[in-house]
């Protein structure tokens, strides 16, 4: 009988460097000869055990977009050429993000290879992703992606199969060269989770007390999540779930819950017969858009909340143990951590550095401003989660988000906070601006910004308390006296031209000064962001592409 298992010859490829969150490239790139093959073998060689893969299970699935049940096809393959005994698939090649790490925690898997690029646009012409979790069910830290662009640029050849494809509509256990596939609903185990975590039935007393929510899964991977549990287990009426249908181009849009890619559910929640809750999340689903009525939430703030209210959730009615955030995350959790007597950290943006906290058992609530919050539950960001702690706190208080809002402002006092984001712009003009910025950081400290003195200016750099492992040059932070900061940084995100993101942020102790437009409040720090940084005159740009 003729040997499925094939060995390619191949040579490596440059660019294939992951960035915050894996590699993402343009589908056209994904579709060159050997390109994916090439990461995916890389990605083997970087995590393989001296035993090897034998025994071993790989959990696979992605959020839909276009191109991802052709790589699924494609890693099952090199998974059984490398040797792993089963592959767990999500059924249709789909799992969300937070749903591909609760499989690999709940079945003790080796890790999992999850597809996607996130809330980056997809079709043809978008753009696709992958990405590797460990057997702790979090993104691959950086000495994990270190070693897989290293493997690629080595790479000679790789292993895959002379087989048919994989029927991944099929669930149940199918045969590949010895290597079980078995096609499992994507749904189940996460459903089943979050049912731990939240109370359950209290959420589908407050649904049928005739409490509203809008939830736009934005076509992409969260839709049939949000139908199974909103609409499913906690009765909430039909209709709840907007754009709930996955596509592989996610209809044309960008499936990024922020108020420009969401505006048709912001302006819903701004008019006059607004639902009590309204939320969306991203292409995998680890991203939230938190808005009540009449009200966005920015994330900092949402963060901040969740942590101070999440003993109202069964989960964590003991209580905390400590709080993370992204550096470029505003301060608002650090005032709850202080208040609650818990530490809070201070990462690099990244999901991957809160796993080793997370792991630690150092803190319990992590989040970011750029949309994503989670738990110890996972080891990914979880959009659905923070929806549902939001119900559950709704539930239980009794109150309108606004009001919840206004009573944590009066409480901790408020951070005024934006991002301002520049995208495609020229990556030379780019990294023109951040080596100006940094070249005035020694000159900063004393001098007037925005009226105020300049008391710290670095680039951020974050020793690891669990490991020891040192990030350097993670983002210029400008901060003034009266704790108010400009941060800039390039985004690891994209995949065309550079983004800059700069953040903006204000304490405002005073609640009569609670309730002023956001750009009105930091009016004074945006300009002063434009001047130090040149922005203008270095990007062409009169202004940011997307406000947040
Ligand atoms: C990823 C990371 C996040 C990060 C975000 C933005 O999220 O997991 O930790 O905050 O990118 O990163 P950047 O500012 O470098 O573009 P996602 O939802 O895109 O996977």
């Keep these: 009988m003729k040997n499925p298992i094939l060995t390619i010859p191949t040579a490596p490829i440059a660019g294939m460097k992951p960035g915050t969150s894996g590699l993402r490239k343009k589908v056209t790139e994904f579709q060159q000869p050997h390109y994916l093959a090439n990461f995916v073998q890389s990605i083997f060689n970087a995590v393989r055990p001296t035993e090897g893969f034998t025994g071993q299970t790989l959990v696979l699935g992605g959020d839909g977009r ?40 709940k079945h003790q898997t080796f890790g999992g290879i999850i597809l996607s690029a996130s809330h980056n646009a997809g079709g043809p012409a978008g753009d696709f992703g992958i990405k590797f979790n460990a057997a702790n069910g979090g993104p691959a830290p950086e000495h994990l992606t270190e070693a897989m662009y290293a493997a690629s640029q080595v790479i000679t050849e790789y292993g895959t199969v002379d087989t048919p494809d994989v029927d991944l509509h099929r669930l149940g256990t199918q045969d590949v060269v010895g290597m079980a596939v078995e096609v499992i609903d994507p749904v189940a185990d996460y459903a089943e989770l979050m049912g731990r975590l939240f109370d359950f039935p209290k959420l589908r007393a407050l649904f049928a007390s005739g409490f509203r929510l809008r939830f736009d899964a934005m076509h992409a991977v969260t839709g049939p999540y949000a139908h199974a549990i909103f609409e499913g287990l906690l009765g909430a009426p039909a209709g709840t779930v907007v754009n709930g249908t996955p596509l592989p181009d996610f209809g044309d849009h960008h499936p990024d819950p922020n108020l420009v890619h969401a505006k048709a559910l912001y302006d819903v929640m701004m008019g006059a017969d607004a639902p009590d809750l309204g939320a969306a999340s991203d292409g995998d689903g680890d991203r939230n858009l938190i808005i009540g009525r009449g009200l966005f939430i920015s994330p900092s703030d949402s963060l901040a909340m969740l942590a101070a209210n999440a003993h109202r959730a069964p989960a964590y009615a003991q209580g905390l143990a400590g709080i993370a955030r992204s550096m470029p995350t505003s301060g608002a959790a650090d005032r709850v951590a202080a208040a ?209």
């Design 340 to 548: 609650l007597g818990v530490p809070c950290f201070e990462t690099p943006t990244g999901w991957k550095f809160f796993g080793n906290l997370l792991d630690a058992g150092k803190v319990t609530i992590c989040g970011e401003e750029s949309a994503g919050t989670g738990s110890d539950h996972v080891r990914e960001k979880d959009g659905l989660w923070a929806v549902l702690l939001w119900l559950n706190i709704l539930a239980e208080r009794r109150q309108s988000v606004a009001d919840i809002a206004r009573e944590h402002w009066a409480t901790y006092g408020r951070n005024y906070y934006t991002r301002h984001d520049y995208e495609e712009i020229d990556t030379a003009a780019a990294h023109q601006l951040m080596a100006g910025l940094r070249d005035q950081l020694p000159s900063l400290p004393g001098r007037t910004v925005a009226g105020k003195q300049v008391q710290l200016a670095d680039d951020f750099s974050y020793l690891d308390p669990v490991d020891g492992s040192v990030s350097a040059k993670q983002g210029v932070r400008v901060v003034l006296e009266d704790g108010s900061r400009i941060v800039y940084r390039l985004s690891g995100t994209g995949t065309a031209g550079a983004t800059l993101r700069v953040y903006i942020e204000q304490f405002e102790g005073d609640p009569a000064r609670h309730d002023l437009p956001t750009q009105d409040a930091l009016a004074a720090l945006i300009a002063a962001a434009d001047e130090l940084a040149r922005i203008r005159e270095l990007t062409g740009r009169t202004e940011p592409s997307v406000i947040t």
């Design 66 to 105: 276009f191109f991802n049940l052709e790589a699924a096809q494609l890693i099952i393959r090199m998974a059984a050429a490398n040797g792993f005994a089963r592959v767990l698939v999500g059924q249709g090649g789909i799992l969300s993000t937070p749903a591909a790490s609760c499989v690999i925690r």
